[in-house]
């Protein structure tokens, strides 16, 4: 039985075909053809499926995959063989390309599972959420942009173009077994385009006309020790990564009318998402069956609020999938207050004692002055899984082993570092060497 190490393979074979390529190729600002999104919202239509004369012109892809998959020398029939779709949106200086192919595309490819890749990035250096921390003006590219044709300089002046990433981008995930279906790379996402957010913040400017639109919407937090420019980063961050994703979604959707089949499961994940082990969907789907299978973080510090639930990364069901696809939609359709209602009734009586204190040690406030805070990202997706009574399973982090995480140019070389960290009490994961942005001496 012939055993080879796919990744790589994979960056060796990258490598030979995008240094020969001609990188002044201009190219479009989508890289496929791109769904037609209604200005005022998604159409919710089931898809239709295509026909079985159409069906065989996925026969080449299948062939493909098995090839890949037969590769490691074990024996996966004994588990079904799912139709996975993965859905990753964000910034291109934030993405993490390498550790997707590597540690996710390969492994899921390996278990006979096909993969199908949905990717959306922008290349404006939007201002992050935690902007104070001196570590984010430090943010650079994943190397691999740069491995891949031997660029070595990491200025501004050398960040790659359009046509490297797509390239780069195209053959990594095709070599690791995955199908790139869609990939939007544009400048930057301008969500008062869309006429839903558009009407949103209209309604807002007139209730509130001395104030930007996004401090109150989705998430708010009006007390006097708040950072409400944090607060107006943060959302329109959020409103922009869900109108990605429902972009993407709706492209998704495009896909399973055309192959005539459904995916059974999707991976909704932020552009931050370092893998730090090979993903195993069927050691997951082992524990249990769930619509949506998430991150458990109960063993951080300070713990979780009861009425949060960690909204890092999703595995979820093919039934259970248009509600976050079109996440955007339901923000945008909702109004918090009993959500905010459920926050300073609940909250409180249901802590016990021992976790009151230690928030109050952690000079975490907001346990004691909840009044002017409304529901942060967190309580939000909480309170939407529990009215949507979907099967939710929390899972250690080990069986989703990843870390949203950073490359930081340190006077020209890159470190990766967890900018936000998640730990669990079972099935933990590892640091394996990298260690919390937060703790990196930038100023050296």
């Known amino acids: 039985m012939i055993r080879f190490k796919v990744g790589f393979l994979y960056v060796f074979a990258v490598s030979l075909s995008l240094c020969s390529c001609a990188l002044e190729a201009s190219i479009e600002h989508s890289l496929t053809t791109h769904s037609h999104t209604n200005k005022n919202g998604p159409e919710h239509s089931r ?27 074990i024996a996966h029939d004994d588990y079904p063989k799912y139709r996975v779709a993965v859905l990753v949106a964000g910034g291109f200086l934030r993405y993490f390309l390498e550790s997707s192919a590597k540690r996710l595309v390969a492994p899921l490819t390996r278990q006979m599972h096909s993969v199908d890749y949905y990717l ?48 780069t981008v195209r053959n990594v995930l095709t070599q690791a077994g995955a199908q790139l279906r869609e990939f939007r790379l544009s400048q930057q996402i301008d969500v008062d385009t869309d006429n839903r957010v558009y009407k949103r913040h209209q309604e807002l400017i007139a209730r509130h006309p001395n104030e930007d639109p996004n401090l109150r919407f989705p998430t708010y937090d009006l ?33 399973e009318e055309y192959d005539g089949q459904l995916y059974h499961f999707v991976l909704f994940l932020r552009d931050d998402t370092k893998w730090l082990l090979d993903f195993d969907l069927n050691k997951l789907l082992a524990q249990g069956h769930a619509d949506v299978y998430l991150p ?149």
């Open 47 to 73: 898809p239709k499926l295509r026909s079985n004369k159409e069906k065989n012109l996925a026969f080449s892809r299948k062939r493909r995959i098995g090839a890949v998959a037969e590769s490691d020398g």
């Open 120 to 167: 959306s990035l922008t290349l404006e250096a939007a201002k992050p959420y935690r902007a104070a921390f001196g570590y984010t003006q430090r943010a650079t590219w994943d190397p691999i942009f740069s491995r891949v044709c031997a660029q070595t300089d990491l200025d501004d002046s050398a960040m790659p173009n359009k046509t490297v990433i797509t390239d």
């Open 223 to 255: 007390g006097s020790d708040a950072d409400h420019s944090s607060n107006i980063v943060a959302n329109r961050n959020l409103l922009r990564l869900h109108l990605s994703m429902e972009y993407l979604w709706l492209a998704a959707r495009k896909s």
């Open 296 to 444: 458990s973080c109960d063993a951080r510090n300070p713990p979780l609020p009861p009425d949060e639930v960690n909204d890092h990364g999703l595995v979820v069901s093919r039934r259970a999938a248009d509600n976050f696809g079109f996440y955007l939609d339901y923000l945008l359709n909702s109004t918090f207050d009993k959500c905010h209602d459920s926050w300073n009734h609940n909250l409180l009586p249901t802590l016990d004692s021992k976790d009151l204190n230690t928030m109050v040690k952690k000079n975490d406030f907001h346990a004691l002055f909840y009044s002017r805070r409304g529901c942060n990202s967190e309580m939000i997706l909480k309170w939407q899984l529990d009215l949507s009574h979907f099967k939710i399973r929390k899972v250690g982090q080990g069986l989703m082993p990843f870390q949203r995480s950073m490359h930081l140019n340190l006077s020209g070389n890159v470190v990766e570092c967890f900018h936000k960290y998640c730990t669990s009490s079972k099935n933990s994961l590892g640091n394996y060497g990298m260690q919390r942005c937060s703790t990196i001496n930038v100023l050296e």
